[in-house]
């Protein structure tokens, strides 16, 4: 199954959660407690079995990261071979991509537009050329706007953007020089916490 390319508003309703899938928040809050369908307005989901559950929250943290479910399997089996906690090691993989660094860095509003500025070329990565949206970032790297893209329509007033960012603990941002550094791994208060991880390794550690 390809990626979902639908309305992002129906995600967000379908789980109950602003996913941050779109930039308008406000839009996205005004039926957010109403599921999809003809029978929204009446319909909410009730109590789930454990298998529900686990299979719910799979389903939230591939839609934040816009992931297929064979990557998304691969990061788990990955975590799950590494020392330390399974779920700790997942969330710092899915962290640590780098269409998620330029998202975090304040560059793009959504993960989605991230991707497709990398998948553009518009970032280098300690300077050289980096168009792989799954790249995943090492400590020390540092990924920059290209000095030739910097004049685009869409970065008016990116200095600013950035100086306006709160930073998760593992990233600095020089809003002058347009890039980020990575500073170390993400730790428990820089992740999403819009779905429960131990569901996750739950459901793929039963399959």
Avoid: C
């Amino acid at each position: 199954m390809g990626r979902y390319i639908g309305p992002k508003n129906k995600i967000a309703r379908r789980f109950g959660i602003n996913l941050g899938l779109k930039t308008n928040s406000a839009k996205v809050a005004r039926r957010i407690k109403q599921m999809p369908g003809v029978h929204g307005p009446n319909k909410r989901g009730g109590s789930r079995s454990s298998y529900g559950r686990q299979l719910m929250e799979k389903q939230k943290a591939k839609f934040i990261y816009g992931l297929r479910e064979k990557q998304f399997r691969g990061y788990v089996d990955v975590a799950s071979n590494m020392e330390g906690d399974s779920g700790v090691n997942l969330q710092q993989i899915l962290e640590k991509r780098l269409d998620n660094v330029v998202y975090r860095l304040g560059f793009a509003d959504t993960r989605a537009q991230a991707r497709q500025f990398v998948s553009h070329s518009l970032f280098s990565l300690n300077g050289k050329k980096m168009n792989i949206p799954s790249h995943l970032t090492k400590v020390g790297d540092v990924v920059a706007l290209k000095l030739n893209k910097q004049k685009k329509v869409i970065f008016e007033n990116i200095e600013e953007k950035l100086q306006a960012k709160e930073m998760p603990s593992w990233l600095r941002v020089d809003p002058a020089k347009k890039s980020g550094t990575i500073l170390g791994l993400p730790s428990d208060r820089d992740f999403d916490q819009a779905f429960d991880v131990k569901l996750i390794i739950e459901y793929y550690s039963a399959r």
